[in-house]
């Protein structure tokens, strides 16, 4: 047993295996990305393979085990572990979760412990789910943003780019180590209708899904949630139609929406029809001749 987790068992051994992070406690907006992470753990048919000391970095005052009582018979203590789990999707490729509660002490070392195991199981990526409210509508299709410490990863993602100092979670810790190590390493997030962010949003959900694919090639089967999603649509749907505020609010984010919308299409089709750096450089080699003669 390492002194910060314990193995259940012997490392298994994985090819290029995809690590997967939620860890409760920080930003999730409708518990977006814990619903994601509940489907792909399921999906996945994960097993524990190593558990975290919880009295290295859980504090049980704030996260208290449930005692389950039965006419007065203390049955159990359930208590709050942070769990690596191990699985694979529906073709086969190999991935590992990591969900629990986010660390309350000791953050490098969790982050440390977390980079030693990604390495001797042979990880090739880690993608870190969230969810933040946001002033967009629940009539389109979430939007995703990305972070990574990687200036090339960041490049390569179709994703939302944004420039903000705010606190960091956990995750962010993450991606710092296992970058440093090596491991390429990214945080996916989704924006969920700041006036639902109270209540369950599976669209939001199904879209963090549909973003780990497209950035691991995991394939995780989302119907469940696009079913709940539209029902949901016509939920809220009914009610923003019974008030004439709510309806005028909505309008205002779709226009906003569709503009942002918009100049990202058109900046793209800027940016493709731009010369490329090559081209640049023979056209001011040429520019500098000309100044020459």
């Known amino acids: 047993m390492n002194a910060r987790y314990e193995l259940h068992d012997e490392l ?64 159990r203590l359930v208590w709050s572990d942070i769990e690596l789990k191990v699985g694979a999707d529906a073709k086969g490729h190999p991935v590992l979760t990591l969900i629990g509660p986010e660390p309350d002490s000791q953050w490098r070392a969790f982050a ?4 030693q195991l990604a390495l001797q199981l042979g990880v090739y990526q880690m993608v870190a789910l969230g969810s933040y409210p946001f002033a967009s509508p629940h009539t389109r299709p979430p939007r995703l943003s990305s972070s990574s410490p990687s200036a090339d990863v960041v490049a390569n993602l179709p994703y939302l780019k944004n420039s903000v100092d705010v606190p960091a979670g956990m995750s962010a810790v993450l991606e710092h180590a296992l970058t440093e190590a090596g ?32 950035v691991t090639g995991i394939t995780i089967d989302g119907s469940e949630l696009q079913r709940e999603s539209e029902i949901q649509r016509l939920r809220i749907d009914q009610l923003v139609a019974g008030n ?3 309806q005028a609010m909505v309008q205002q984010l779709e226009t906003l929406y569709d503009q942002v919308e918009e100049q990202t299409i058109e900046f793209d089709r800027a940016m493709n029809e731009l010369p490329s750096g090559d081209e640049l450089a023979a056209e001011f080699e040429r520019f500098l001749r000309d100044q020459d003669e």
């Open 183 to 214: 491991i390429a390493s990214l945080g996916v997030w989704v924006q969920v209708p700041h006036y639902v962010s109270a209540m369950s949003y599976p669209a939001a959900s199904a879209a963090l899904l549909d973003g780990l694919r497209e």
């Open 112 to 115: 440390g412990a977390v980079t």
């Open 244 to 246: 004439d505020e709510h």
């Open 12 to 75: 298994p051994t994985l090819d290029r295996p995809v690590l997967v992070v939620q860890l409760t406690g920080w930003i999730d907006a409708s518990g977006a990305a814990a619903a994601a992470m509940a489907t792909l753990d399921a999906a996945c048919n994960t097993t524990t393979l190593a558990t975290f000391d919880g009295d290295t970095f859980i504090d049980y005052r704030a996260r208290r085990p449930t005692m389950e009582l039965r006419e007065g018979v203390n049955t």
